[in-house]
């Protein structure tokens, strides 16, 4: 019985070893791996039971291969390959995005457009999940006489958390997506506006009234002189776009503060970036 025993603790071992991930030491990270594994993390840090992940390096347990597959436009998924990986891209006319601009972008959208099944943004805070590994390609491409200056980013990860590049045995959504740490809604700053209640938080589920001034209305609602904001459990509101007041025969009536947690919609005449994310 010992000797079973023995072999047992020795097996474990090396199977933890096997699947110990090789982190790249902190003290070295270029400015894009920082940013790489800062915005991850935020996200990662919004759910219960999610560890940190760390810029991972290839090893035994894994090559990865995230920079030159990158170098190549609209390069697809890996197959065969013991990682999970995520890609997609971001551009604009005139001049490229900074690296870490466009990695932060990208990154944001996985997250944001996650679904109910194992996919970008389910990998993006799969909890088993320890490394991850980036690079990027860029491309000028022009489109009716403007260019447009695009970053192609992969990401891959280790232990995988979808099976975009062939990975198997990833395990369970149930298992590996935790559950959000409740952040309190902060109240927003509307300009030409009253916000009540007066509480500069609210919980779950509570709801911000947002009431436009006399004369007034809800922009892109000019029916409407009031709007409800209900506080979501990772701190953004329902509806997500930012409620402006503007003048009843006018457009927008001077600038407006942001909600801190919602997420705002505006589209520049000036500078118009575009985001295209690829899916498998």
């Not at 403007?146 to 045995?169: K, R």
């Amino acid at each position: 019985m010992a000797s079973h025993s023995i072999l047992s603790i020795l097996l474990f071992s090396a199977f933890i070893q096997a699947t110990d991930a090789v982190c790249k030491d902190t003290s070295t990270l270029t400015d894009d791996e920082r940013t790489i594994v800062e915005e991850h993390n935020k996200y990662r840090q919004k759910h219960e039971d999610t560890p940190d992940l760390c810029y991972g390096v290839s090893g035994e347990d894994v090559t990865f291969t995230a920079d030159s597959m990158s170098i190549a436009t609209f390069t697809p998924h890996s197959t065969g390959k013991a990682f999970g990986e995520n890609k997609g891209n971001i551009g604009q006319p005139g001049s490229y995005f900074t690296n870490s601009e466009a990695y932060t972008s990208v990154i944001k959208s996985w997250y944001d457009y996650r679904s109910s099944d194992p996919d970008e943004g389910q990998q993006v805070i799969w909890k088993s999940t320890k490394q991850v590994n980036c690079g990027y390609g860029q491309s000028a491409l022009t489109v009716q006489s403007t260019t447009f200056y695009s970053h192609f980013i992969f990401c891959q990860y280790f232990p995988p958390g979808n099976t975009l590049a062939g990975a198997q045995d990833i395990g369970v959504v149930a298992d590996n997506i935790g559950e959000f740490i409740p952040v309190p809604c902060e109240k927003p700053t509307v300009a030409n506006a009253t916000v009540t209640p007066a509480s500069a938080t609210l919980n779950k589920d509570e709801i911000y009234t947002v009431t436009c001034n006399e004369g007034f209305v809800v922009l892109f609602d000019e029916s409407e002189s009031s709007k409800n904001l209900t506080c979501n459990i990772d701190g953004s509101f329902t509806p997500s776009v930012e409620v402006k007041c503007k003048k009843s025969d006018d457009s927008l009536a001077g600038p407006t503060g942001a909600s801190p947690g919602s997420s705002v919609l505006s589209i520049s005449v000036t500078v118009l970036a575009f985001l295209v994310l690829i899916f498998v």
